[in-house]
């Protein structure tokens, strides 16, 4: 089986775009809902973004509409997040991850180590 693994995080400036992937795996990509969080230094993991696995609806949090958006390719059984307009306060590991409901609220499961995004000022 093969474990989710999440990148495409780096060191960026404000204003910048940077793509997250993560390779969900067969189990993982199954999920009805997949989903992603985010964990600032010494602050609890959050959630982001999540979408559908049917009907392909998306929901963010208030802070990342317009700037960030979420996807899927059922294929390649990957789960993508572009970020546009990168802000300072976007600085986080960023972990993809499976639920049960849109909002993730309850179960939520994660299997990979995260992927660090920076943006500078």
């Known amino acids: 089986q093969v474990q989710p693994v999440e990148s495409g995080g780096g060191l960026v400036q404000a204003g910048a775009s940077l793509t997250l992937s993560c390779a969900a795996g067969?189990?993982?990509?199954?999920?009805?809902?997949l989903a992603w969080f985010r964990q600032a230094p010494g602050k609890e993991r959050l959630f982001v973004a999540s979408?559908?696995?049917?009907?392909?609806?998306?929901f963010y949090i208030e802070r990342v509409k317009g700037r960030f958006s979420i996807s899927r390719d059922n294929a390649k059984k990957m789960l993508y997040l572009q970020m546009n307009s990168l802000k300072p306060e976007d600085t986080a590991v960023y972990y993809c991850?499976?639920?049960?409901?849109?909002?993730?609220?309850?179960?939520?499961?994660?299997w990979g180590q995260g992927t660090q995004v920076t943006v500078s000022s």
């Open positions: 979408i559908d696995g049917i009907n392909r609806r998306s």
């Open positions: 067969t189990r993982n990509f199954s999920a009805p809902i």
């Open positions: 991850a499976a639920c049960t409901i849109p909002s993730c609220v309850g179960f939520r499961d994660f």
